[in-house]
């Protein structure tokens, strides 16, 4: 009944994730007019929008709480939900952790649209002060900073201290060489098309260099991951073979000094591994 009961769980929880993703896509497809179209009633339509509005503000880090009380419910006792209750502030912050990486990158690459649209700009026959609104507009490199930037550079002010201010958002550290290259140009007359050509040519080097690095680490993150979910799939197969795991492990006192243990090493592994990779990406950098 143990691995009937887990197993149906499972199978709920993949088929709201199936759910979600086709809802998903649905919505792509069907978005017209800054609304979903939904088939179906008025009301159906109501009721579909609202039920999206809530499983979006669902984050992945709440899926802990729910596997806790799941196998609370399963082995009788309050320690899983404790554990999935730690684990949501946990997965919280790897959320956001990857939030602000997913928004370095794209600064950066915004950088380079900057780099590459102000040259094109420039060869058109446009001074660097007046090129640098559609280019900045156009590639959004400048983010938060651009109005105050966009300021300098129409009125006459220090457009260089503007970059370099700029250059302080994450994943913005390419505006500093822009503003070296300007300040160059401005003060010695050199050319700022040639210049920005190399600084963009040294981004995008920087950036396949990542890139490249970060697919050469995949595997090995993928076999941590899968490493670390083993002890998950060996106590699915005792249950399938008849045995009560959860009752060895949160009932009697040997399971429990397992339980601590192997948690307390499972976590260690997989901070070690990360930490490997995150020195081998800042070493590459």
């Known amino acids: 009944m143990s691995a009937g009961t887990a197993a149906a769980c499972l199978g709920t929880a993949a088929w709201l994730l199936a759910g979600q993703r086709a809802g998903a896509r649905r919505a792509r497809l069907l978005l017209a007019g800054g609304e979903p179209a939904v088939s179906g009633p008025p009301g159906r339509a109501r009721v579909t929008r609202a039920w999206g509005r809530v499983r979006g503000r669902l984050r992945a880090e709440w899926w802990a709480l729910a596997a806790g009380a799941v196998l609370a419910l399963l082995g009788a006792s309050v320690l899983p939900f404790a554990a999935g209750a730690a684990g949501v502030p946990l997965l919280r ?134 490493l670390a979910g083993l002890p998950a799939l060996g106590l699915g197969l005792g249950a399938a073979l008849g045995t009560d795991p959860l009752h060895v492990l949160l009932h009697t006192p040997s399971g429990l000094g397992c339980l601590v243990s192997g948690g307390v090493l499972e976590g260690l592994g997989l901070w070690w591994v990360q930490r490997i990779m995150r020195g081998a990406e800042e070493a590459a950098v």
């Open 93 to 226: 912050r790897v959320r956001l952790a990857h939030g602000e990486r997913r928004d370095r990158e794209h600064r950066g690459d915004a950088v380079i649209a900057l780099c590459g649209a102000l040259a094109g700009e420039m060869r058109a026959g446009r001074q660097p002060g007046e090129a640098l609104s559609p280019a900045a507009r156009d590639s959004g490199g400048l983010g938060d900073a651009q109005a105050a930037v966009l300021a300098a550079a129409r009125f006459g002010g220090d457009v260089p201290d503007g970059l370099v201010a700029a250059a302080r958002q994450p994943g913005a550290e390419g505006l500093r060489g822009l503003a070296a290259c300007w300040r160059v140009a401005v003060d010695q007359g050199a050319g700022l098309t040639a210049g920005l050509d190399r600084l963009e040519a040294a981004l995008r080097a920087e950036r396949d260099q990542r890139a490249d690095l970060r697919a050469q680490l995949a595997g090995a993150r993928v076999t941590a991951v899968m």
